[in-house]
């Protein structure tokens, strides 16, 4: 199963159990959450496909903050030819690394509601009948 998000005018293809860069991401800790609802597209393992117009709407992915990072330093050199024009600059962008933990799907979301009332029934059933 995978699906495409988007987040900050990007869109981003997971699937359960990525490992993701985000730009930095302010107020997060190690082991927060995040939860993302602007699905774009849903693709299942049985090969059911949700596309949405703009958004699939019930579903969302969930992931965890891994750590706060640095990505690797991007050079950006500048020249003019012919004018003695030269100027290195290094850059490191500030990145938050995220571990997808779950996709949600209507389905999937409605069959774990019905997976806790199941669960829950039983649980007094147990109480009533002892």
Same mark, same amino acid.
């Given at each position: 199963?995978?699906?495409?998000?988007?987040?900050?005018?990007?869109?981003? !293809?997971?699937?359960?159990?990525?490992?993701?860069?985000?730009?930095?991401?302010?107020?997060?800790?190690?082991?927060?959450?995040?939860?993302?609802?602007?699905?774009?597209?849903i693709k299942?393992?049985?090969?059911?496909?949700?596309?949405?117009?703009?958004?699939?709407?019930g579903s969302?992915?969930?992931?965890?903050?891994?750590?706060?990072?640095?990505?690797?330093?991007?050079?950006?050199?500048?020249?003019?030819?012919?004018?003695?024009?030269?100027?290195?600059?290094?850059?490191?962008?500030?990145?938050?690394?995220?571990?997808?933990?779950?996709?949600?799907? !209507?389905?999937s979301q409605?069959?774990?509601?019905?997976?806790?009332?199941?669960?829950?029934?039983?649980? !007094?059933?147990?109480?009533?009948?002892?």
């Amino acid at each position: 199963m995978y699906a495409v998000f988007e987040h900050n005018d990007k869109q981003y !293809k997971v699937s359960k159990g990525d490992f993701l860069k985000l730009p930095r991401q302010k107020g997060l800790k190690k082991e927060d959450s995040i939860k993302f609802d602007k699905i774009l597209f849903i693709k299942a393992e049985n090969g059911d496909l949700q596309v949405g117009s703009p958004l699939v709407t019930g579903s969302s992915v969930e992931a965890t903050v891994i750590e706060q990072i640095r990505d690797k330093k991007i050079i950006v050199f500048k020249k003019k030819r012919r004018h003695n024009y030269r100027r290195k600059i290094g850059h490191r962008q500030d990145l938050t690394l995220i571990k997808i933990t779950n996709i949600y799907t !209507k389905k999937s979301q409605k069959a774990e509601n019905d997976k806790v009332t199941e669960k829950t029934k039983i649980a !007094k059933e147990d109480k009533n009948g002892s």
